[in-house]
């Protein structure tokens, strides 16, 4: 079907915010929606979302096979009928017409992928919550230079747009499905573009355990993973020099200051640990674990 839009959302032990994510995706103005596939292991997930679903024929809720969220991805994108899929998760969710934008860089033939905005629910008064809004706004800063380029860029999952034809299998030993996605879409010869007015709203850690979960899945991938694309965002230099570039500017009063020496400390011992846990066999098996905080 021309235009056709199919949207997957994977939710795993999330029945607090499935509600919201796919009320926030039913309110969008996108009449080429085709679809909107749920997929989750647990049933009071699946039964929240059954709830929010109401009567409309569009939204499958899709049993995950239990092996991770890259076998849940590709056990729901190979049900998929749209030209274009839609990623997101059931933790998250999306502005008011976040769709639209994000779905237009697709009218030129050459662009593949998007992404849109992350925009942190967290208050920036807090030490994790300015934290969050520091990454996530140097992160921006650096897609719209990329993106203005039609430079690599890595796609921010959270809120995902990819050509159905750019997908094939995402290996279930992924940690960073998103960035294995981003590559894809490089491979195939596309662009990827950086959307910021389609902004997902997200809630990031709120205590040091779960910030150094939620980071070192993506920080061992980023570090280890080979791509045939041969493209690269993030290496531990590119973040100290572009942190830098960024911080100089970012805080606003002492406190902040305070806080951003903490956090290039905290990023500075993450890539520690990822470095030692090269040395350890069998410690990829045991990066991927809950963030509870983020379940809110």
């Known amino acids: 079907m021309e235009n056709s839009i199919s949207i997957v959302i994977t939710s795993a032990h999330e029945p607090k915010t499935i509600g919201r994510a796919l009320k926030a995706i039913i309110n969008q103005d996108c ?19 059954k709830k929010a679903s109401g009567q409309s024929k569009k939204i499958k809720i899709l049993k995950d096979p239990g092996r991770g969220k890259p076998a849940a991805l590709n056990f729901a994108l190979k049900q998929t009928q749209g030209q274009v899929i839609i990623l997101t998760d059931g933790d998250v969710f999306l502005a008011p017409n976040a769709l639209k934008p994000l779905l237009a860089p697709f009218k030129n033939p050459r662009v593949g992928g998007t992404c849109g905005r992350p ?71 596309f662009v990827s573009k ?35 694309s041969g493209n690269k965002m993030r290496t531990p230099l590119k973040e100290i020099i572009l942190g830098f570039r960024y911080a100089l500017a970012y805080p606003k009063n002492l406190s902040q200051f305070l806080w951003l020496i903490l956090l290039f400390g905290a990023r500075l011992f993450l890539w520690g640990q990822i470095l030692f846990l090269n040395l350890v066999p069998g410690s990829k098996e045991k990066l991927w674990q809950p963030v509870p905080s983020t379940k809110s």
Request: hydrophobic share 35%; charged share 25%; net charge positive.
């Open 194 to 228: 950086y959307v910021p007015r389609a902004k997902v709203f997200v809630k990031y850690p709120t205590n040091l355990a779960d910030w150094f979960k939620q980071k070192k899945r993506s920080a061992f991938e980023y570090l280890n993973k080979k791509y045939s």
């Open 119 to 189: 925009v942190p629910t967290n208050n920036k008064k807090t030490l994790f919550g300015f934290w969050a809004h520091f990454l996530t706004d140097s992160a921006d800063q650096i897609r719209k230079e990329t993106s203005s380029k039609n430079g690599f860029i890595e796609l921010s999952g959270y809120l995902l747009a990819i050509k159905k034809e750019v997908y094939s299998e995402i290996p279930e030993k992924t940690l960073a499905d998103d960035s294995h996605l981003s590559h894809l879409v490089a491979q195939a010869g």
């Open 31 to 49: 009449p080429e929606i085709l679809e909107i596939l749920i997929v989750s292991p647990d049933k009071k997930t699946q039964n929240q979302a």
